[in-house]
């Protein structure tokens, strides 16, 4: 008899402390920060009819070449697939001719993100550092999605003149900036001319709550010299 009741007491003191525990963490829980950086989701996979297909094999001809085929990137920029027109956005940059450029500046005002991120990557492989390309991607980079604008800021980095360095630091200076936007700027920021301002801007991050930011403005700070 005293071996039961000592076993149901024990088995109650178990439960108790179970039930004590999943209030702690629930409790805990309720309590922790929310993220407030979470990168948002990269685009799924598009499957490509036939037709598509052979579009893009061309393009990748074409990349193998070296040689840009305007008529071919205009044509299926202007398609109705905004995979395939992400793809040509793509080709045409990696060639690194800027007789592409006036198209891919035209592409950043495509109606779909994929093929507007897409015109931004092209443009950073392509290194025109054109007055217009500039402005156009800074327009880009104040947009309200945050991957396109990110892409927009890595593209001025990959371009790297002084033109950019006002776009890059009225990023860094604005709190309404998308953490992931900022992020971006920070790590574009030392590809620029040296600057005071601009490392001034990078410097008022370097201390922040959010370890991704502080990282990216340290790391910055180091290729600054």
Same mark, same amino acid.
């Given at each position: 008899?005293?071996?039961?009741?000592?076993?149901?007491?024990?088995?109650?003191?178990?439960?108790?402390?179970?039930?004590?525990?999943?209030?702690?963490?629930?409790?805990?829980?309720?309590?922790?920060?929310?993220?407030?950086?979470?990168?948002?989701?990269?685009?799924?996979?598009?499957?490509?009819?036939?037709?598509?297909?052979?579009?893009?094999?061309?393009?990748?001809?074409?990349?193998?070449?070296?040689?840009?085929?305007?008529?071919?990137?205009? &044509?299926? !920029?202007?398609? $109705?697939?905004?995979? /395939?027109? +992400?793809?040509? =956005? #793509? %080709? *045409?940059?990696?060639?690194?001719?800027?007789?592409?450029?006036?198209?891919?500046?035209?592409?950043?005002?495509?109606?779909?993100?994929?093929?507007?991120?897409?015109?931004?990557?092209?443009?950073?492989?392509?290194?025109?550092?054109?007055?217009?390309?500039?402005?156009?991607? &800074?327009? !880009?980079?104040? $947009?309200?999605?945050? /991957?396109? +604008?990110?892409? =927009? #800021? %890595? *593209?001025?980095?990959?371009?790297?003149?002084?033109?950019?360095?006002?776009?890059?630091?009225?990023?860094?200076?604005?709190?309404?900036?998308?953490?992931?936007?900022?992020?971006?700027?920070?790590?574009?920021?030392?590809?620029?001319?040296?600057?005071?301002?601009?490392?001034? &801007?990078?410097?008022?991050?370097?201390?922040?709550?959010?370890?991704?930011?502080?990282?990216? %403005?340290?790391?910055?700070?180091?290729?600054?010299?």
């Amino acid at each position: 008899m005293q071996v039961r009741l000592r076993n149901s007491f024990a088995r109650s003191v178990g439960v108790v402390a179970t039930l004590a525990t999943l209030a702690m963490l629930s409790s805990l829980a309720a309590c922790a920060p929310r993220a407030v950086d979470r990168a948002p989701a990269a685009p799924q996979p598009v499957l490509l009819s036939v037709q598509d297909a052979e579009h893009v094999a061309r393009l990748i001809r074409m990349e193998d070449g070296r040689a840009l085929d305007t008529a071919l990137v205009a &044509a299926l !920029l202007g398609t $109705g697939s905004p995979e /395939l027109r +992400a793809r040509a =956005a #793509v %080709a *045409a940059g990696r060639i690194r001719d800027r007789h592409a450029t006036t198209m891919l500046v035209a592409a950043l005002e495509d109606p779909h993100p994929t093929v507007r991120r897409s015109a931004a990557f092209a443009l950073g492989e392509l290194g025109d550092s054109a007055e217009y390309v500039i402005a156009a991607l &800074a327009d !880009l980079a104040v $947009g309200p999605d945050a /991957l396109v +604008a990110a892409e =927009a #800021v %890595a *593209a001025m980095g990959q371009v790297g003149i002084a033109a950019a360095q006002p776009a890059l630091e009225l990023l860094l200076g604005s709190e309404r900036t998308l953490p992931h936007v900022r992020h971006a700027a920070l790590l574009a920021a030392w590809r620029l001319p040296r600057s005071e301002t601009l490392t001034a &801007a990078v410097q008022r991050w370097a201390q922040h709550a959010d370890a991704e930011t502080r990282w990216r %403005a340290h790391y910055s700070l180091q290729r600054i010299g």
